[in-house]
């Protein structure tokens, strides 16, 4: 298997939803061709990470194109915010409360929607422009971090609401669109960068960089650690560290995920393909298990690899047959809830929840 070229040398890198408790059948009514959630069991040590009689809880059906799923914890709970692409918003959903805007403009702060922006199909036959957001993440003073996939930057939202673009560029040429992110505990930040931002994608106009990377932020300077040049269909999208920060996972293109080795200056090194699944976003939980947006072979699920690379089991989302068809995609997962067991999985126009039997790891402060 390839995996792409590390750079280590310093030139620079709704209204109010009720929630709809579902298990090993989904609460709709059943069609030919309909896929029912359920727990995915490939090995016996998946029971002690999710029960095979877990529940899945509705909590949103109608967004655009949802991703980006940030837990901000506050008091004994907290809150869930993430990304609706198509909209440009974020959103904020907290238990017993009305879904609320966290932020508006939040992915494109310009007036031009004609110009920019990729259309895609996601998870259906509805074509969807990406105008707003896309990962979110918080650096270890608690700030949001977002992924302004259209302002074609990385933005921080200071504690006054004030916005700082900490990155828009590498080398003199503009982002395509920044696509998903992680800060580090020391402060660096990783993202990835994809053409999403680009009216027409890869053959757009505006695009100044002919491949599609990812790169570290510290200190005011953007390193390229890794690129898609040469195989384009390896394209980098999700990016998430290990508990213990050592490595730093990437999923490339549809159906790989690699892991790089973190080296103490915060850039990467020996890249090696971890697992043969992931296409999307990806969290690891407190024992270092991976969870994995993936959409292959027609399924969305979110699979569950151990530290080894041992494929442990997936949880599949459902798939409905009836017209018009919901739009449910795996596109990215956060843990949350008060004790970080509630698993948050954004799947394009659905949000669901999942209580898990381990923690997971929460951005923005040490574990």
């Known amino acids: 298997m390839r995996s792409w070229s590390v750079l280590t040398n310093s030139r620079l890198c709704l209204g109010t939803l009720a929630a709809v408790v579902v298990a090993a059948t989904f609460m709709f009514a059943q069609a030919p061709g309909d896929m029912p959630f359920k727990i995915v069991r490939l090995d016996p040590a998946l029971d002690s990470i999710v029960a095979p009689d877990a529940k899945l809880e509705v909590l949103g059906d109608t967004f655009g194109l949802a991703e980006g799923p940030v837990w901000i914890r506050e008091g004994q709970d907290g809150y869930l915010i993430f990304s609706d692409v198509a909209a440009n918003r974020i959103y904020r959903w907290q238990r017993g409360k009305p879904l609320s805007i966290y932020m508006d403009r939040a992915g494109y702060t310009g007036k031009d929607n004609l110009n920019v922006g990729q259309q895609t199909v996601a998870g259906g036959r509805i074509a969807i422009l990406l105008i707003g957001p896309n990962g979110l993440t918080l ?46 505990s020391d402060g660096a930040i990783y993202f990835t960068d994809s053409v999403g931002g680009l009216r027409g994608g890869d053959d757009s106009p505006q695009r100044e960089l002919s491949y599609n ?145 381990v923690a997971g790891i929460l951005p923005g402060r040490p574990s």
């Open 139 to 184: 650096d270890p003073q608690g700030r949001l971090v977002i992924c302004a996939m259209t302002d074609r930057n990385i933005a921080r939202i200071e504690k006054d609401g004030t916005r700082t673009v900490l990155a828009d560029r590498y080398e003199g040429k503009r982002f395509s669109g920044p696509n998903d992110i992680i800060a580090k």
């Open 213 to 357: 990377g990812f790169y570290l932020v510290k200190d005011g300077k953007v390193t390229l650690l890794g690129s898609d040049a040469g195989h384009p269909t390896d394209f980098p999208n999700g990016i998430g560290l290990s508990p213990d920060e050592k490595y730093l996972y990437v999923t490339a293109g549809f159906g790989k995920t690699f892991r790089y080795d973190v080296l103490p200056d915060d850039t990467v090194a020996n890249g090696k393909l971890f697992v043969e699944t992931g296409n999307d976003g990806l969290k690891v939980d407190r024992q270092g298990n991976l969870y994995s947006s993936n959409n292959a072979r027609g399924v969305a699920e979110i699979s569950i690899t151990a530290p080894s690379g041992k494929r442990l089991g997936a949880i599949q989302m459902p798939k409905i047959a009836a017209e018009p068809s919901p739009r449910i995609c795996a596109t990215n997962v956060a843990f949350g809830d008060g004790d970080g067991k509630g698993l948050y999985i954004t799947a394009c126009s659905g949000l669901f929840h999942l209580r898990l039997n």
